[in-house]
């Protein structure tokens, strides 16, 4: 059973740009969270998303941001835009269920380097 | 959200027991404890979450005070693979479903040789 999956592993984008990252949890994990870690500080939550469904995204900027879990396929954060201050390493993490009582397994990260 | 306080950094001779401390007055009374690590490089690993008794795996031990406002991770032998920045974290559940974790600064365990 492969872990969780986010692709690609380094990305660097030039300002303004359209950055997208992927994560396919595991197989019949059908909830999804994303995480902003900038150096040398913490993980941010950002959105927790079920199948087809934003359950929670209030750690996501209002502009430039988005995220989808669709019904097949991986969930994609979409950053529109890029500025440096993007540049970041950025968690996807998921669960079988409401993670109070399991536990949640993250990918190794997408490294984003705007420039 | 529910808050930890952990101390910034530790440090432990590898084959030695450590143990790593969280406190969490603010707990109520259906959050549980969960403790993950983050190796350099890496995404965060779960290590073990309890609610109110105290809990073994294979990889730590999970102890909880009566009053569960504190908690201790304790590793029982330490590696130089254990060095990691170990976060203790309620789970915030926020009406309507959301069950997000939400990291604290953690505490950077050192492993000396």
């Known amino acids: 059973n492969a872990g969780v999956m986010q692709n690609p592993r380094h990305l660097v984008r030039r300002r303004g740009q359209e950055a997208r990252l992927r994560c396919s949890p595991m197989?019949?994990?059908?909830?999804v969270y994303w995480y902003r870690q900038l150096p040398e500080e913490g993980l941010k939550f950002m959105v927790y998303l079920q199948k087809e469904n934003i359950i929670d995204e209030s750690g996501m900027p209002k502009e430039r941001f988005s995220a989808e879990f669709p019904k097949e396929g991986p969930s994609i954060l979409r950053i529109q835009q890029v500025v440096r201050g993007d540049s970041a390493a950025y968690f996807c993490?998921?669960?079988?269920?409401?993670?109070?009582?399991?536990?949640?397994?993250f990918g190794q990260g997408t490294r984003l380097t705007v420039v | 959200d529910a808050k930890t306080t952990q101390p910034n950094s530790m440090e432990s001779n590898e084959e030695e027991p450590v143990h790593l401390p969280c406190n969490h007055s603010t707990i109520s009374g259906t959050d549980y404890i969960h403790w993950y690590r983050q190796l350099p490089s890496q995404g965060p690993e779960y290590v073990i979450h309890?609610?109110?008794s105290n809990v073994n795996n294979r990889m730590a031990s999970l102890a909880i005070a009566e009053d569960r406002k504190s908690s201790t991770l304790i590793l029982h032998r330490a590696t130089l693979r254990d060095a990691a920045v170990y976060y203790c974290?309620?789970?915030?559940?926020?009406?309507?479903?959301?069950?997000?974790?939400?990291f604290g600064k953690g505490t950077k365990l050192t492993v000396n040789p």
């Open positions: 309890g609610l109110t």
């Open positions: 974290i309620l789970r915030d559940v926020v009406q309507g479903g959301s069950e997000k974790l939400v």
């Open positions: 993490a998921s669960s079988k269920r409401g993670p109070m009582n399991t536990e949640a397994f």
């Open positions: 197989k019949g994990h059908s909830h």
